[in-house]
Structure formats: C-alpha cells, structure tokens
C-alpha cells in the first residue's frame, strides 16, 4: 500500500505558476505509477497528467499540454506538477493518485488533494 499526501496549491492570479507536490509513503514508491487528476465545483474529476515509473514517458491532457509538467523523484518518494501559464478554468482540487504498472491497473490509491484557484 501507498499513503499519499499533496502540498502546493493556492491562490494565483492567471498567468501565474504553482507547484504540486505528492509525498508518498513506503518503500515501494518507484514500482507505481503516478497520476494528477482535478475535480472542479460541479464537474467530474479528470485525468491531468500520468507518469511512469522510471519518468521514462508522460502523459497530459489536451488543455494542458505545453502548460504542465509532471515529473517524480524516486529518491524522495515524491511526484510533482509544475503548472504554468495558469487559467482560470485550471481552478480545481488536484489529486495525486497511484497505481501498479500492471497492465490495466485502476488508480487505486488517492491523497486528499489541494486546492488551486487561478483568478482572472
């Protein structure tokens, strides 16, 4: 099992930056792969961004694509999310997620996620 907890989020007007963290406990960090997802007031949660276990590739959705930047530390048992170029419509409560590298593994372990709120 993995225990995962987000820091980062805030309060930042467009244009802005923020930096998500993940800290995940256990020693067995670097055999998951790693997720962002965000849930907006009202919406459902979505896919951001996907990286796998050695960072050998990544994944984004669309809107972010260009924006976004996840990257891990297996050394430091962490997974970030470098956001730039924030738009108000990024305003959500991201999530930090893991799962198995099986194939067709569900995200089975979530943090309890952070708030990112991107004025206009």
């Known amino acids: 099992q993995v225990q995962l907890v987000e820091s980062g989020g805030g309060l930042v007007q467009a244009g802005g930056s923020l930096r998500l963290s993940c800290a995940a406990s256990g020693r067995t960090f670097s055999t998951y792969e790693m997720g962002w997802f965000r849930q907006a007031p009202g919406k459902e949660r979505e896919f951001v961004a996907h990286i796998t276990r050695s960072s050998g590739s990544t994944y984004y959705r669309d809107s972010v694509k260009g924006r976004f930047t996840i990257s891990r530390d297996n050394a430091k048992n962490t997974v970030y999310l470098q956001m730039n170029s924030l738009k108000p419509e990024d305003t959500a409560v991201y999530y930090c997620?893991?799962?198995?590298?099986?194939?067709?593994?569900?995200?089975?372990?979530w943090g309890q996620g952070t708030q990112v709120t991107v004025s206009s």
């Open positions: 997620a893991a799962r198995s590298a099986a194939p067709l593994s569900a995200w089975n372990y």
